[in-house]
């Protein structure tokens, strides 16, 4: 399996309610990246957690990463529907290699 | 100040042709990374490339696909003799460096093969 897999796959919930993802990766990392993605539009940056962070917040937004686990999650409170979108997370590995490795996503649906 | 910029944003092209993907980065950044995207899927990386060298091509097909970013204008991905698999949506993104940098979208080209 690849570096940087969502769980789960797709997930539907009504607003106002909190939304969990999480993502497992399998190298040592510099840091782990959240990025969103409307529907036919480009990727927009979330949030970034070092690898020497548990936890970071940013508005309805809460990251925790467990590097003995190699896992991380996304949790988004208070949901909306105009947070439908896929979430991708995103490894910054620390074997040489310069560039963020991907994902496959969680699509989100928010039903208002 | 603009993101990053990618030109054309729709690209139809018939087998063989060749395809030009062009990508200016936000001002200030001089890293650009080349991703593809399949419907449903999750990006997959193509190449990395600082102003006039390629830093990581690793994930870029050996034939067909090259890839530049000159001294002075865009970024360009180009695609010889397309096919129908090249069919996709190509993203750029842009960051100013190496380190704890989030990096920044263009709105991404798709490309049909017809």
């Known amino acids: 399996s690849q570096q940087g897999e969502e769980d789960p796959q797709a997930l539907s919930i009504q607003e106002g309610e909190n939304a969990t993802m999480n993502c497992s990766y399998k190298?040592?990392?510099?840091?782990l990246q959240w990025y969103r993605q409307n529907s036919g539009r480009g990727l927009v940056h979330l949030i970034l957690i070092r690898s020497n962070e548990r936890e970071k917040h940013s508005g309805r937004l809460r990251v925790t990463l467990d590097t003995s686990k190699k896992s991380s999650s996304l949790l988004i409170t208070a949901s909306r529907a105009a947070d439908t979108a896929s979430y991708f997370c995103a490894t910054d590995e620390d074997t040489g290699r310069r560039a963020l490795t991907f994902g496959s996503g969680t699509r989100l649906q928010v039903q208002p | 100040n603009a993101g990053v910029m990618q030109n054309p944003r729709h690209l139809v092209r018939r087998r063989g042709q060749e395809a030009r993907l062009r990508c200016s980065p936000m001002k200030g950044h001089s890293h650009v990374y080349w991703y593809r995207q399949l419907p449903e899927e999750g990006l997959k990386f193509m190449v990395y490339?600082?102003?006039?060298?390629?830093?990581?091509e690793s994930g870029m097909p050996k034939e067909r696909f090259s890839a530049e970013f000159p001294k002075e204008g865009p970024s360009i991905l180009r695609i010889q003799q397309v096919v129908r698999g090249d069919s996709a949506a190509y993203f750029c993104?842009?960051?100013?460096?190496?380190?704890?940098?989030?990096?920044?979208f263009g709105s991404g080209t798709r490309l049909t093969v017809v």
């Open positions: 190298t040592s990392i510099n840091n």
């Open positions: 490339l600082q102003k006039e060298n390629i830093i990581d």
């Open positions: 993104a842009s960051s100013p460096g190496i380190g704890p940098y989030g990096y920044t």
